[in-house]
Nanobody
Framework: QVQVVESGGGLVQPGGSLRLSCAAS????????IGWFRQAPGKEREGVSC????????YYADSVKGRFTISRDNAKNTVYLQMNSLKPEDTAVYYC???????????????????WGQGTQVTVSS
């Protein structure tokens, strides 16, 4: 059974850092692309970053470029999202998702993803 589980959220002050983890089970990271998404209260879910399962290409939303870094550890079957220089507007529930088998191309479109985690809350506040 394909599953992804997020962890690592919490409360952090503006300018601080957090690292989110997305642990995959039921598949390996060469199965399909994985993306990170977020949803703030009253807003639509949006793509934050994603990584291809074939060549490891990465993509970022303009709002997080230069601050967030996505990476993967194949040995741990885990994808990470390192978030630096956090801002209050980064506050949201962060979700990890993977596409169906064989879909290696990474996108920031929510509708391209088939399996979602339960989310982890990130709050940036002083």
């Amino acid at each position: 059974q394909v599953q992804v589980v997020e962890s690592g959220g919490g409360l952090v002050q503006p300018g601080g850092s957090l690292r989110l983890s997305c642990a995959a089970s039921g598949f390996t990271l060469d199965y399909a692309a994985i993306g990170w998404f977020r949803q703030a209260p009253g807003k639509e879910r949006e793509g934050v970053s994603c990584i291809s399962s074939s060549d490891g290409s990465t993509y970022y939303a303009d709002s997080v470029k230069g601050r967030f870094t996505i990476s993967r550890d194949n040995a741990k079957n885990t994808v990470y999202l390192q978030m630096n220089s956090l801002k209050p507007e980064d506050t949201a529930v962060y979700y990890c998702a993977t596409r169906r088998r064989g879909s290696h191309i990474a996108t920031l479109r929510t509708y391209d993803y088939d399996y979602w985690g339960q989310g982890t809350q990130v709050t940036v506040s002083s």
